[in-house]
């Protein structure tokens, strides 16, 4: 079993207990893999010295609406969860977190101690990234309210508010920028920074104040300087240097970039040697390195959306590097080597390595970066 999986299970259990009157409150949970309450029942694996395989603080999330404490939530869910397939124990710990122990057979730490995703549920999550393409992770448009970014006359924060932009209309909420100021004009020519408008609002705003650059980024050039005004965490003081611009493993931007123009060269050989990946042949490779990219994929939405919620694309752009990590350690496996014939299983690990591509060509939108085919 998956994080998926395990998702859609305690929404289940949720549904079930609504259904018998133990919980209520709730409203309309949805359906599963919908933009509701589906989508906000998060399941991770259990830290290191924590207990069970994976643990959830859904208990605490709903508490308040069902009117008991997080702990009587727990105890609810707690018995209905252990009765399902695949599910070894539940145990309760702190206020109300359900920390679950999986059969061996299912993933669980007893058999290759990692747990990991499931083929099937793998399949469907691959196949779920490249049917959606670049809007994989995004909300429903105008499911969110209308929102204001207004930010002082500074380069770093309108550099923020711009990718804020784009991640908040990703997660469907409508997005007006302002600026304190008229903004600079090389800003929207050589960073892509786009402003509604400028000047004092009628209404004192919120204003973005991240620390400010300590130089005119714009000899970087637009997407080594929007990454290094981007990537640390605004209370952070950015770095403007050409160590950016270095062709490097050491250079993170360089890395995220080169992952994905690799994931473009592998569809390149593969058809090349005479095979693609289909969905039919998406098998879910879930052996070594596949795991950890698979992981990645799957937590990618999460982190949209608590990039949106927190105003931190920084949170994007580590993202960004773990999956392209992820991705590198991965790709040489995904085509067959000497006089090896392709299988199905090199269809399903390109078909995984083309997800990927997906996740870093979208994510490097979303912070204003380009993708390029050849690095």
Known sequence: ??????????????????????????????????????????????????????????????????????????????????????????????????????DPGQGGRGEGGEGGQGSSAAAELVHDVLTRGARYGHARPGSRGPHQLHFPREVRAAVLADSLRRILVARGALVRSTCEEAPDAAWAAGLGVRVDAHGTPPVPLKTLRPVPAPA????????????ALLSPAAHDRPRISEEHLVQRASNPLFRVRYAHSRTRALTRN?????????????????????????????????????????????????????????????????????????????????????????????GLSLLGISAPEYV
Not at 47 to 69: E, F, H
């Open 1 to 102: 079993m998956t994080p998926v999986e395990l998702s859609r299970t305690v929404l289940r259990a949720m549904r079930g207990a609504v259904a018998d009157g133990e919980l209520r409150g709730l409203g309309d949970l949805g359906e599963p893999g919908g933009e509701g309450v589906a989508r906000k029942v998060v399941v991770e694996r259990s830290r290191p010295g924590g207990c069970g395989d994976y643990a959830t603080n859904v208990a605490l999330q709903i508490a308040r609406a069902a009117g008991r404490s997080p702990r009587q939530v727990a105890e609810v869910l707690s018995p209905r969860l252990a009765g399902e397939p695949g599910i070894a124990a539940i145990d309760i710990t702190g206020p109300g977190f359900l920390n679950i122990t999986l």
């Open 216 to 227: 005119d980024p714009v000899f970087l050039g637009r997407d080594a300087a929007r990454w």
């Open 270 to 362: 593969a058809a090349a040697l005479g095979f693609t990946r289909t969905a039919g042949d998406i098998a879910g490779d879930t052996t070594g390195a596949a795991r950890d990219l698979l992981d990645a994929l799957d937590a990618h939405p999460r982190v949209l959306a608590a990039a949106a919620e927190h105003q931190a694309p920084d949170r994007l752009a580590r993202h960004l590097v773990h999956t392209a990590d992820a991705l590198l350690a991965f790709q040489p496996a995904v085509l067959p080597l000497g006089d090896e014939k392709p299988s199905a299983a090199h269809r399903a690990r390109l078909a995984l390595a083309e997800a990927a591509g997906t996740v870093l060509a979208g």
